[in-house]
């Protein structure tokens, strides 16, 4: 008999009757309430960020002058073996 009982728990506690709840209409008003106040906010987030990048891409950034062209900065010794102009690169005569 006592292991007929238990047997019938471990089910139902398989079943997930052990661990369901009765929500009152209260806590879902409450659950309703609480998504509803984050979905306003990641609203105001994502406006706020809109914002913010659109007024930091607005603003000028410096232009600084191109340094002098060093002939140090490009020896080539031997040539590269898929040619003088370089892999993705074309001389323009």
């Keep these: 008999m006592a292991s007929a009982l238990i047997k019938?728990?471990?089910y139902s506690a398989l079943r997930g009757g052990a661990f369901k709840k009765n929500f009152s209409s209260s806590a879902h008003h409450d659950e309703a309430r609480e998504a509803s106040?984050?979905?306003?906010?990641?609203?105001v987030g994502i406006v706020t960020c809109a914002v913010l990048t659109i007024f930091n891409l607005s603003?000028?950034?410096?232009?600084y002058e191109e340094p002098p062209p060093y002939p140090y900065l490009h020896i080539r010794n031997k040539?590269?073996?898929w040619g003088p102009d370089g892999l993705f690169e074309r001389k323009h005569h």
């Design 37 to 43: 106040k984050w979905e306003k906010i990641t609203y």
């Design 8 to 10: 019938s728990r471990i």
């Design 59 to 63: 603003k000028g950034h410096p232009h």
């Design 79 to 81: 040539e590269f073996p």
